[in-house]
């Protein structure tokens, strides 16, 4: 392994252990928009996702649970926007494969 290997697989080892700490710490936070934004009056809908892969040039579907406010909270010219908070189990669930077919991978 030469030099320039060697750096690039440090910072490569380095870039890997912030993502890990990043998620810890986001799995850990409570809500960070809760205070401005409460959902919790707000009620759960099943939703279709439609997914698009640039790799593979493709559309899929999946099902998720997300919240989202009935009123916009901004519009433009051919557009609303609405605030939305998806809800999803967590990628260890056994009954959630979708996160894998999507490249995540859970380390331990």
Same mark, same amino acid.
């Given at each position: 392994?030469?030099?320039? @290997?060697?750096?690039?697989?440090?910072?490569?080892?380095?870039?890997?252990?912030?993502?890990?700490?990043?998620?810890s710490?986001?799995?850990?936070?409570?809500?960070?928009?809760?205070?401005?934004?409460?959902?919790?009056?707000?009620?759960?809908?099943?939703?279709?996702?439609?997914?698009?892969?640039?790799?593979l040039?493709?559309?899929?579907? @999946?099902?998720?649970?997300?919240?989202?406010?009935?009123?916009?909270?901004?519009?433009?010219?051919?557009?609303?926007?609405?605030?939305?908070?998806?809800?999803?189990?967590?990628?260890?669930?056994?009954?959630?494969?979708?996160?894998?077919?999507?490249?995540?991978?859970?380390?331990?």
């Open positions: 392994m030469n030099p320039t @290997d060697a750096v690039k697989a440090e910072r490569k080892r380095r870039m890997v252990e912030l993502l890990h700490k990043a998620a710490q986001a799995v850990q936070e409570e809500d960070p928009w809760k205070s401005c934004f409460d959902t919790s009056n707000t009620p759960a809908e099943l939703v279709v996702r439609h997914l698009y892969d640039p790799v040039q493709t559309w899929s579907t @999946d099902e998720t649970i997300v919240k989202m406010e009935r009123a916009p909270f901004t519009h433009g010219a051919m557009r609303f926007c609405y605030r939305l908070k998806k809800r999803a189990t967590l990628p260890n669930s056994a009954t959630n494969h979708r996160f894998h077919k999507h490249r995540y991978v859970r380390s331990s």
